[in-house]
């Protein structure tokens, strides 16, 4: 009985028009995209079959690819309506997270710009503010000059680590004070605190990477 | 201020406008890392107060930021070799940042180990027990304790077990030897009016990760005075805690919290200490070993002389009994000498063990008496 269905679809897709087929086509390569996106092209695929007519028999899809950080799909002639459509996916994909799918911003990833949202982009900006900071120490300690860091200057990822006595016993109160600060000393003391941090985040994310 | 490290930040992270409020962006990518945090460890969240309650070490604010910066703006205007001193100490302890750990309370296997090598001292060591007991009831086990001061007879073995306890907490320590101290600058600092002046033990000791160093006051009763000087003086401010709570060095007169110090003191005679300084201190008698303690007290000398001599392999570690019983009534510190010259001894005989034969005590100095009147 599946053997009849699979053929049966095999037939009725070889006899489509070439608009449809690119359409097919398109559905079998989203897998290969950002999973945040599957659903933005699946959308635009629907309403892609819905608007099939024998005037649009010969319009071709082309591969999806990511251009200027959102999806681009483009079409072999003009057409209001797909160019409508295919237009919509670039600007949803431009603000949809690429992980999840839900609403995201451009962000500076680590050597890269990622459409991301707030849930998914914090644990890498964490572990990309940690790489960066505890190289910075490293730089520094080196040097033997008296350092600070100003709470309001530190990236607000690496706020939640530094305990909050450290910032309210050095001149200011944790929250919203911007002339706290914690000495360079004082920060070295939670390095091994940042380097855990950062081993787990690093687990973490490469799990969520190859899932 | 490291402008480089700063204007990195700034130029990738745009600065927020003072007093706007957080982005809802933000809001949630706090909450999320908030969120991770307590996942991988507990403690690591630590922004939030109820995750700054369980901070494993406690830390304490040495000296604030204020205050330093109020005597760097009156070093700038000292003399120029004074100003460069003066500057350099202070950034020196700002590198290392006002905030210091506690010494923590050792291990009651490192007090047993002590008692076992002092068993003349139980009282001491029961009681620094207690307070090492006290410390584990709170979250970072900071140990503190009244100043101690160990009184009894020449060589008894006061000093050794003062460094023994130091060695057991674990901080760094330091020793004043006040029968030489003839001025206490060497110990608060010489005022940077003179062209030496330069900060004090007690600062030196201070600029350490920890801010509870031992200070060691040996043959405390000694101390030379003058009606013009007492150079044990200091001790009155120190030994108080809430005047060492800002205890200024007279050489960079910046307010230091020194009343996490541990003080432990020795001397011979309690009676030659002014009262109001012996009031301050936790007095205990070290008195010689008697005779069944001597044993192990001899035991322990001769593991320190077997683990520092050169000629140890050549002898047996072990002691006779009837070796050991010869002891009694020795001081502690005359049993150092006595081994010694035993093993010489028993080199001189082709032997590895010792024999009652080699412990010759030293027969003991006559004092001369006195000349002058005699009083009734």
């Not at chain 2, 901080?171 to 004043?176: A, D, E, S």
């Amino acid at each position: 009985m599946t053997t009849v269905i699979s053929k049966q679809r095999t037939q009725d897709e070889s006899s489509h028009s070439p608009f449809v087929q690119s359409i097919h086509t398109l559905s079998h390569r989203a897998g290969d995209l950002p999973p945040g996106w599957r659903p933005v092209l699946h959308g635009a695929l629907v309403a892609l079959r819905a608007i099939d007519c024998p005037a649009r028999a010969h319009i071709r899809l082309t591969s999806p690819r990511i251009a200027d950080l959102s999806l681009d799909v483009g079409s072999t002639a003009p057409d209001a309506s797909i160019d409508g459509i295919l237009r919509r996916v670039r600007v949803r994909t431009a603000c949809t997270c690429e992980r999840c799918g839900r609403s995201g911003t451009l962000r500076h990833m680590d050597r890269k710009i990622q459409v991301m949202c707030a849930e998914c982009a914090a644990p890498r900006l964490l572990q990309h503010w940690i790489r960066t900071f505890m190289q910075q120490m490293t730089d520094t300690v080196e040097s033997n000059a008296p350092v600070t860091y100003r709470y309001d200057q530190l990236p607000f990822q690496l706020r939640p680590m530094i305990p909050a006595h450290a910032w309210s016993m050095t001149g200011g109160t944790c929250k919203g004070a911007p002339d706290a600060s914690v000495s360079l000393f004082e920060m070295l003391v939670y390095q091994r605190r940042f380097e855990a941090v950062g081993d787990a985040l690093e687990c973490m994310i490469t799990a969520a990477d190859l899932e | 201020m490291s402008m480089d490290h700063n204007t990195m930040f700034t130029e990738l992270h745009p600065r927020r406008r003072p007093g706007a409020p957080a982005s809802q962006d933000t809001v949630r990518q706090l909450a999320v890392i908030r969120s991770l945090l307590r996942s991988i460890s507990p403690t690591a969240a630590a922004e939030a107060p109820s995750a700054a309650t369980v901070e494993p070490a406690g830390r304490h604010a040495l000296f604030t930021l204020e205050a330093m910066a109020a005597r760097k703006t009156w070093a700038r205007a000292l003399s120029s070799e004074a100003r460069a001193m003066v500057i350099s100490h202070l950034n020196r302890a700002e590198v290392l940042g006002p905030m210091r750990t506690f010494a923590r309370a050792p291990p009651d296997a490192a007090i047993a180990g002590i008692a076992g090598d002092f068993p003349h001292a139980a009282p001491v060591l029961d009681w620094l027990k207690e307070h090492m007991a006290l410390a584990r009831c709170c979250p970072g086990q900071e140990l503190s304790f009244p100043p101690v001061l160990l009184n009894g007879p020449a060589g008894t073995g006061k000093t050794a077990l003062s460094m023994r306890l130091a060695a057991a907490i674990g901080t760094h320590h330091r020793t004043i030897d006040m029968s030489t101290l003839h001025a206490s600058f060497s110990v608060v600092g010489l005022d940077a009016g003179y062209s030496t002046a330069r900060p004090g033990l007690i600062w030196d000791a201070l600029q350490n990760a920890c801010m509870s160093p031992v200070i060691l006051l040996d043959e405390l009763d000694k101390s030379p005075r003058d009606a013009r000087e007492d150079p044990a003086a200091f001790l009155y401010q120190l030994l108080e805690p809430s005047s060492a709570h800002r205890f200024e060095d007279a050489a960079l007169g910046l307010a230091v919290d020194a009343s996490k110090i541990l003080w432990i003191a020795t001397c011979n005679d309690m009676s030659r200490i002014d009262p109001p300084i012996l009031s301050r201190f936790m007095a205990f008698d070290v008195p010689l070993p008697d005779a069944h303690q001597m044993p192990a007290v001899v035991r322990s000398i001769q593991r320190e002389l077997l683990n520092t001599a050169p000629w140890a392999n050549a002898f047996e570690g072990e002691i006779p009994d009837e070796v050991l019983n010869l002891f009694a009534g020795i001081a502690p510190r005359l049993v150092h000498q006595v081994l010694r010259g035993a093993y010489a001894s028993a080199a001189q005989a082709g032997r590895r063990q010792l024999c009652a034969k080699d412990i010759r005590v030293p027969p003991k100095a006559s004092r001369t008496r006195p000349i002058g009147f005699l009083h009734a």
